[in-house]
């Protein structure tokens, strides 16, 4: 059994580290709040933007398509994962390194892969393999549309000039702060509309349909990569929090099972001591 210096020492270090999660823990929560309330907000005009490009795509003529819609054979891949730039938040980050793996390894082996690492921890992991081309995780110290709007316009200038046939997003949805779901999207080419479109509803349109739509693409092209990263930016504090959350708790259950193991170690001592003080008694009487 360790000596009594040893075990209160290790209580005052897990004191310290409970101390130090918990305060993370409440940091987290309280950004959490403000990210979940930005994302909660935009959710709807994101969605909606895409629900009206679809409606007036649908309604186009084949060969009026956008220059973002163009299908290419496809041979260069460009995926872009979206991590934290800091850790202790659980399997936040793993989940979408490994989705990006897999990706590399399996559903895109035969084609040649880049990275556009958002979040350094991405950055670090796939640096080693040489395919990043651009780390952007300088977006999250100020993490605003137009600062989002320069990576999207980067990544389409990419697809647009050939340099890449593919473009794929893998983020984390936030779906509350114990769950995030991995979601990989394909940003470029535009994905086809797929099933049936209202075309019936009665709009009038100011300008053309053609204009509206060029218009509007590179828009939504820009609130989805921006709807991401603001998903990944509150699933990172849900993340965090409840990882802290459980950090803590499993803190306070070693700091009582090591206070139970000094009492124990402290009052087997004083019972040595008793029995040498009487053993030493009675060999003086003898």
């Known amino acids: 059994m360790a000596n009594l210096k040893e075990i209160r020492n290790r209580i005052s270090s897990v004191s310290s580290t409970m101390q130090i999660t918990s305060a993370m823990k409440m940091v987290s ?35 009026s398509g956008s220059k973002f819609s163009t299908q290419r054979e496809v041979k260069n891949v460009l995926i872009v994962p979206i991590t934290s730039n800091r850790g202790l938040c659980g ?55 137009d600062n989002v709007a320069e990576i999207a316009e980067m990544l389409m200038e990419k697809f647009v000039t050939g340099e890449f046939d593919k473009i794929e997003i893998v983020y984390n949805k936030f779906k509350n702060a114990a769950t995030q779901i991995v979601m990989t999207e394909q940003f470029l080419p535009i994905v086809p509309v797929e099933g049936e479109v209202d075309n019936n509803a009665d709009y009038i349109f100011e300008p053309s349909k053609i204009e509206i739509v060029e218009q509007l693409i590179p828009k939504s092209l820009k609130t989805q990569l921006f709807k991401g990263i603001r998903d ?18 499993n803190a306070t259950e070693l700091r009582d099972q090591l206070k139970l193991t000094y009492n124990k170690a402290r009052q087997a001592a004083i019972t040595n001591e008793i029995l040498e003080i009487v053993g030493g008694a009675e060999a003086l009487n003898n």
């Open 29 to 63: 929560a309280a950004k959490l709040k403000k990210a979940q309330d930005a994302i909660t907000a935009m959710r709807p005009y994101a969605d909606k933007l895409t629900e009206l490009l679809q409606s007036l795509s649908a309604t186009l003529d084949a060969d």
């Open 91 to 145: 399997a936040f980050n793993t989940n979408i390194i490994k989705q990006t793996q897999n990706l590399i390894s399996n559903v895109y082996a035969d084609k040649k892969v880049s990275v556009v690492a958002i979040g350094k921890k991405a950055n670090d992991t796939f640096a080693k393999q040489n395919i990043v081309i651009a780390n952007k995780s300088e977006v999250f110290d100020d993490l605003t549309f």
């Open 232 to 249: 990944s930016f509150a699933s990172e504090h849900g993340a965090r929090m409840t990882a802290m959350h459980k950090a803590t708790d």
